[in-house]
């Protein structure tokens, strides 16, 4: 998954013309290695409550508890004021399933128009799916793909 994340991402800002076509290997590497090392501290525990992880308030409908992760990635590498990456996760905790995380969805999040009314809101669409992703993978028994 960190892998596929980084190559969306590092294609992402790419595009954008943020990132450098020759340090996209770099950079695509190194975002993958960050998230990888975020997800194993979520699965052993590591991640700090109130600053790691948080607890998704819009999520009260959904059918279990969910949070958002959030790693930062700095890459001096990306031009502008784009070079701290804001990755963000969102997770199901189903009280039938203890001990285990679902991800749902996993973003990065663009600060870059500085409109902070838009950026929030297309934050709470990313949360939208993640809380409709979670709906679904609960009713099949949390056996979805």
């Not at 998954?1 to 695509?28: H, I, P, S, T």
């Not at 969102?90 to 995380?101: K, R």
């Amino acid at each position: 998954m960190a892998d596929w994340f980084a190559a969306r991402c590092a294609n992402e800002l790419l595009g954008k013309g943020v990132l450098k076509a020759k340090y996209f290997n770099k950079f695509q590497m190194l975002l993958s290695a960050n998230v990888e090392e975020g997800l194993l501290a979520a699965s052993r525990g590591q991640l700090r409550p109130g600053s790691d992880v948080i607890p998704l308030a819009r999520s009260k409908e959904a059918p279990a508890p969910m949070f958002e992760f959030h790693w930062w990635f700095h890459a001096s590498m990306l031009s502008g004021d784009e070079r701290q990456v804001l990755v963000r996760h969102y997770d199901a905790e189903p009280a039938d399933h203890t001990g285990a995380i679902f991800g749902l969805l996993i973003h990065r999040k663009d600060v870059s128009s500085g409109d902070d009314v838009a950026i929030h809101d297309e934050q709470d669409d990313f949360i939208d799916v993640a809380i409709e992703t979670c709906s679904r993978c609960a009713e099949g028994g949390w056996a979805c793909g």
